[in-house]
């Protein structure tokens, strides 16, 4: 095995360029920072110490059920409600995630969900790219690149989604950069937003689809064959297409053309071990998706409530799939060829960050030195 195969260390990882595709906004608060705004407005918390919140987070979501996921959501929605509360949680968003050693992110929230206390949701959506904004120059100051974008979510079981995809296309110079659709994906499939997606291409307008997470088969067929999804989110149970009986997998039909069209899947490990799409992240189909070459890039979902972070999903990766630096390399250009930035400005943190960072580490570890 060659240093470059080899599995990189935890500080190693820490240090890696990463791009990530499936952020919830949401779904990423600092434990005090509810705490703080949630003494402000009365809101009650389970607890009101930073460290049991965080583990209360956790326990809840590790659940194995989807539904009692969402529910915690309860929670951090609650305390962004105001203008000043929206804009300082994005702008620790940014600052989290350039820590972290993310170079670009696709950061997504429903902007109705902002709106229970008066907000309209073009000023929730204001308010969270003026956070983004300060948190990039935040993190800049030290040390850390890093360009955050904005995919606005419709709600699947509400009557919005034009409205906000609308707004989408309103704000795609501006630091939105798509479109999604979020919530229960069971009884709710894409099909029934087909218009707002139908209107969507018609801008010339880019969209990923929540889609094979809770849900299997039909509901990815429907985001990519009916709707024109660019991007699966999750997708994960595309896995369900393909035979493994034999001495070689055999891919079904739709399998086949989610791989052959490089359809990027936005997959989220420890994520789908928490809602029980899987029971560990050595039994996650990522590791079979990767050697069978779909387009897979890695994602966060949830960091609050996942207990992760970018770095924490590639050690456990690495740690389940023997993967080295050539793997987290690939699934990083995935990401960033995926991404819905404009070609430019992907072009720009390819070549300006990602493959220099990369160069670099490789060298030092075939030298077989790890200082910097």
């Given at each position: 095995?060659?240093?470059?195969?080899?599995?990189?260390?935890?500080?190693?990882?820490k240090?890696?360029?990463?791009?990530?595709?499936?952020?919830?906004?949401d779904?990423?608060?600092?434990?005090?920072?509810?705490?703080?705004i949630?003494?402000?407005?009365?809101h009650?918390?389970?607890?009101?110490?930073a460290?049991?919140?965080?583990?209360?987070?956790?326990?809840?979501c590790?659940?194995?059920?989807?539904?009692?996921?969402?529910?915690?959501?309860?929670?951090?929605?609650?305390?962004?409600?105001?203008?000043?509360?929206?804009?300082?949680?994005?702008r620790e968003?940014?600052?989290?995630?350039?820590?972290?050693?993310?170079?670009?992110?696709?950061?997504?929230?429903?902007?109705?969900?902002?709106?229970?206390?008066?907000?309209?949701?073009?000023?929730?959506?204001?308010?969270?790219?003026?956070?983004?904004?300060?948190?990039?120059?935040d993190?800049k100051?030290?040390?850390?690149?890093?360009?955050?974008t904005?995919?606005?979510?419709?709600?699947?079981?509400?009557?919005?989604?034009?409205?906000?995809?609308?707004?989408?296309?309103?704000?795609?110079?501006?630091?939105?950069?798509?479109f999604?659709?979020?919530?229960?994906?069971?009884?709710?499939?894409?099909?029934?937003?087909?218009?707002?997606?139908?209107?969507?291409?018609?801008?010339?307008?880019?969209?990923?689809?929540?889609?094979?997470?809770a849900?299997?088969?039909?509901?990815?067929?429907?985001?990519?064959?009916?709707?024109?999804?660019?991007?699966?989110g999750?997708?994960?149970?595309?896995?369900?297409?393909?035979?493994?009986?034999?001495?070689?997998?055999?891919?079904?039909?739709?399998?086949?053309?989610?791989?052959?069209?490089?359809?990027?899947?936005?997959?989220?490990?420890?994520?789908?071990?928490?809602?029980?799409?899987?029971?560990?992240?050595?039994?996650?189909?990522?590791?079979?998706?990767?050697?069978?070459?779909?387009?897979?890039?890695?994602?966060?979902?949830?960091?609050?409530?996942?207990?992760?972070?970018?770095?924490?999903?590639?050690?456990?990766?690495?740690?389940?799939?023997?993967?080295?630096?050539?793997?987290f390399?690939?699934?990083?250009?995935?990401?960033?060829?995926?991404?819905?930035?404009?070609?430019?400005?992907?072009?720009?943190?390819?070549?300006?960050?990602?493959?220099?960072?990369?160069?670099?580490?490789?060298?030092?570890?075939?030298?077989?030195?790890?200082?910097?």
């Open positions: 095995m060659s240093n470059l195969n080899k599995v990189p260390t935890p500080e190693q990882i240090l890696l360029p990463k791009a990530l595709l499936h952020d919830h906004l779904g990423g608060l600092r434990p005090q920072t509810i705490i703080d949630a003494k402000e407005i009365g009650e918390l389970p607890t009101y110490d460290a049991e919140l965080a583990e209360w987070f956790r326990a809840s590790d659940s194995g059920s989807l539904v009692r996921y969402l529910e915690t959501f309860a929670h951090t929605v609650a305390v962004m409600q105001r203008t000043e509360d929206i804009i300082r949680v994005s968003c940014a600052i989290d995630l350039a820590r972290d050693g993310v170079v670009y992110a696709e950061v997504r929230m429903a902007p109705e969900l902002l709106t229970e206390k008066g907000l309209t949701i073009s000023s929730a959506i204001e308010a969270i790219l003026e956070g983004f904004r300060v948190g990039e120059i993190a100051a030290e040390g850390n690149a890093i360009r955050v904005l995919l606005l979510c419709g709600m699947r079981q509400n009557q919005l989604s034009q409205e906000v995809a609308e707004l989408a296309v309103k704000y795609r110079d501006r630091g939105v950069v798509g999604d659709i979020a919530g229960p994906e069971d009884g709710f499939p894409p099909s029934d937003q087909l218009d707002t997606f139908e209107f969507l291409r018609r801008e010339n307008a880019h969209f990923t689809i929540h889609a094979g997470e849900y299997g088969l039909p509901s990815i067929w429907q985001a990519i064959q009916m709707c024109g999804a660019e991007r699966l999750h997708g994960v149970r595309i896995i369900e297409d393909i035979d493994f009986s034999g001495a070689k997998p055999k891919l079904g039909r739709l399998s086949a053309y989610v791989r052959d069209r490089r359809i990027p899947l936005e997959l989220c490990p420890t994520s789908n071990v928490n809602t029980g799409v899987c029971s560990s992240i050595a039994e996650h189909p990522i590791g079979m998706l990767r050697r069978l070459r779909f387009r897979v890039t890695v994602n966060t979902d949830n960091r609050l409530m996942s207990d992760t972070s970018m770095t924490k999903e590639f050690v456990q990766l690495a740690q389940a799939f023997d993967w080295g630096l050539e793997d390399e690939w699934l990083t250009l995935n990401a960033m060829k995926s991404a819905f930035a404009p070609f430019p400005e992907r072009l720009r943190i390819i070549n300006g960050l990602v493959k220099p960072r990369y160069a670099l580490l490789k060298a030092e570890v075939a030298m077989g030195s790890n200082d910097r």
